[in-house]
């Protein structure tokens, strides 16, 4: 067997030996690494939803009145496939009569009092923010119209929600980095101070700093990716109970993109390797002695 073969066996075997002793770390690895599944799918999840839901496909034009000249300005505008419908103001009273909570309060009111407007039809490519302000600057500098809205208040909104979802997103990842990092690093601290021993044997017949650390990083990478097995049933029998009660209130869904879990077991991986390697070293040149 090759010097490498040797030291990765012995670390597999470090951990078989010692698996009972480090149950709890792997119970609180598995523990944070399902959490950390539900929390950064669901908030991807509401982040992909606020994303969607910021992209309007309509933009109201209210004005007095719609003659052929303002009609072929909004029609021939950029980014608008055509005018859907012209509300009068008897159209425009009897539309939100229909739509209204309160129907009953704007029965009575004249049509005098609700404004005429046009809906636009947007293109795919232009539902989005920067292109409907773009839109509605330009319209809204037409002699004749009053005012343009597409809702940019509740986009805005939407806007601060998704920045708010990334940030709290990035901040959970770099916190259970963190908290997974220092859990391999105790637990390999712990597995050196049990062979102690045999580590100054040998390092007094000459074993390198390598051949000595390996071992303890393999045992590191071992528990990683044990726990992250584990996480992914138990984050399947979760998820499976909170997507059926959340969609119930609202329709988003989870992500189970293989992409996803690629890409955490290869950096909760690095992290546990590097950890125990960090912990390798700290035993060694302050502790072996």
Known sequence: MTNNGYMLMRGIGLFMNY??????????LTAMFSAFHLIFLSGGALRDFTEKAARFDTVRVYAK????????KLSSAEGVEGIEKVYSQTDAKEYITSSAAFSASFEALPAEYFPSFAELKINPEYRNYDSLKKLSDELSGTVGIDSVSFGEKWIEALGRMRFSVEAALALCAAIFAAAGGIIIYHTVAVSFYRYRREVRIYA????TRTFIIIPFVVVSACISLICFVFSLFIFHILSRVISSEVSAVINISFSHSSFYWIIFALLSLIISMLAGFVSSRHFLNHRLS
């Open 19 to 28: 698996l009972s002793e480090n149950l709890l770390s792997i119970l609180a």
């Open 65 to 72: 009145s719609f003659p052929d000249s303002i009609l072929n």
């Open 204 to 207: 007094v017949v000459g074993g």
